[in-house]
C-alpha cells in the first residue's frame, strides 16, 4: 500500500477528461508525473487510479515548485457503480492535507441559455439530500456552512484561464453569472420530467458529481472549484429517443483543452487567498458530544 504524500492541491478528474491520460496527453511543458497508479488504504476500502504530479515554478502562481495529487473518474472504481468512492477519495484528500480542490466534470444545461459547449463554473448546488457518504466526525463536533460552497478565488482563477483559451464562440460563464448546479447520482442522465422538476426548482445545469464533492470539500476545510462544460443542451432532453442527449462531437472537440485549463489553473491558484472558505466549517463545543 502507498503513503500518501502532502500536498496543498488536489484534482479530481471526470468525464471533463475521459478517454486522455491526465496529465500525461496534454501537452502542457513544467508538468510531470512523478508517480502513478497509487492506491491508499481508508477506512472505507481501497482508494485507486491515483498519481502524484509536479508543476514546475514556471507554471504556479508563487513560481516555486507544486506537486499535486490527481485521482481518475472522482475515485471511482473502474468496473463498478459505487457512488461511496468519492468518500474514500476525500478521506484521502483530508489526509494529504489539501487545502484547494478542482473537481472536472461535463454539464447537462437545464437553461436554454447555455449551449453546448459552454464552459461553466456554478456559483451554489442544488442537492436535497445532500450527500450519504459524509466524512464529518459524527454529527455534534462540527457544523457545516452551506455558504460560498464555490471559492471566489478558485473560482476567479479557473475562469481567467478559461477565458484566455476557451474557443471563439463559445462562453465562459464564471462564478458572477450566479448558475446553480443541481445534482442527480446516475449514472442514468435524466429524464425530461426531471430536467422540468430541477429546473423549476431553480438548477441551471445538472451532473452527477459536483454537489457532493462540493459538500465533501467543505467537511474537509478545503476550498472547492469546479471545471466544465455542457455537453448535453437542454433541448436534447427533449428530442426524439433516436437521437443522442449528450453530443459526443462537443466533447471530441473540448476534451484536451479543458483539461490543460484545469491543470493551468491548479497551478496557479493563490494558496493563501482570503476566501474564508476553510472557516466555513466550524467546530462545535465539547459539550455537545462529550456530556449525554
Known amino acids: 500500500m502507498d503513503a500518501i504524500p502532502m500536498v496543498d492541491v488536489a484534482m479530481v478528474t471526470g468525464s471533463t477528461s475521459w478517454g486522455i491520460a491526465v496529465p500525461e496527453d496534454v501537452d502542457l511543458p513544467g508538468v510531470r508525473v512523478i508517480a502513478r497508479d497509487l492506491t491508499f488504504e481508508t477506512p472505507y476500502g481501497l482508494s485507486q487510479e491515483w498519481k502524484l504530479i509536479e508543476l514546475d515554478g514556471s507554471l504556479t502562481f508563487d513560481g516555486k515548485t507544486r506537486n499535486a ?16 468512492g468519492q468518500r474514500r477519495a476525500f478521506w484521502v484528500l483530508r489526509e494529504a492535507g489539501v487545502r484547494k480542490v478542482l473537481c472536472c466534470a461535463t454539464q447537462g444545461s437545464l437553461n436554454r441559455a447555455i449551449q453546448a459547449g ?9 442537492e436535497l439530500t445532500q450527500t450519504p457518504y459524509s466524512l464529518l466526525p459524527g454529527r455534534q463536533r462540527f457544523d457545516a456552512s452551506g ?31 450566479q448558475l446553480v448546479a443541481a445534482h442527480a447520482w446516475g449514472p442514468r442522465l435524466s429524464s425530461p420530467a426531471e430536467v422540468l422538476a430541477y429546473r423549476t426548482l431553480g438548477a441551471d445545469i445538472i451532473n452527477h458529481s459536483l454537489a457532493p464533492e462540493a459538500t465533501l470539500s467543505r467537511e ?12 448535453a443542451p437542454f433541448q436534447g432532453y427533449f428530442a426524439p429517443a433516436d437521437v ?17 485549463v484545469a ?14 472558505c476553510a472557516g466555513l466549517r466550524s467546530a462545535q463545543p465539547e459539550n455537545r458530544w462529550s456530556r449525554r
Open 69 to 84: 495529487l490527481v485521482v481518475w473518474s472522482h475515485g471511482n472504481r473502474v468496473d463498478e457503480i459505487d457512488h461511496s
Open 118 to 126: 459552454d464552459f461553466v463554473i456554478v456559483a451554489d448546488v442544488l
Open 147 to 177: 455558504k460560498q460552497l464555490v471559492c471566489p478565488s478558485c473560482a476567479a482563477t479557473v475562469a481567467r484561464v478559461a477565458g484566455a483559451q476557451w474557443p471563439e464562440g463559445r462562453r465562459v460563464f464564471g462564478i458572477e453569472s
Open 220 to 231: 474537509i476545510g478545503a476550498c472547492f472549484v469546479n471545471v466544465g462544460y455542457v455537453t
Open 244 to 260: 443522442n442527449v449528450v453530443r459526443g462531437d462537443v466533447r471530441d472537440d473540448l476534451v484536451d483543452l479543458a483539461t490543460r
Open 263 to 276: 491543470i493551468v489553473a491548479l497551478a496557479e491558484f493563490d494558496l493563501d487567498a482570503p476566501c474564508h
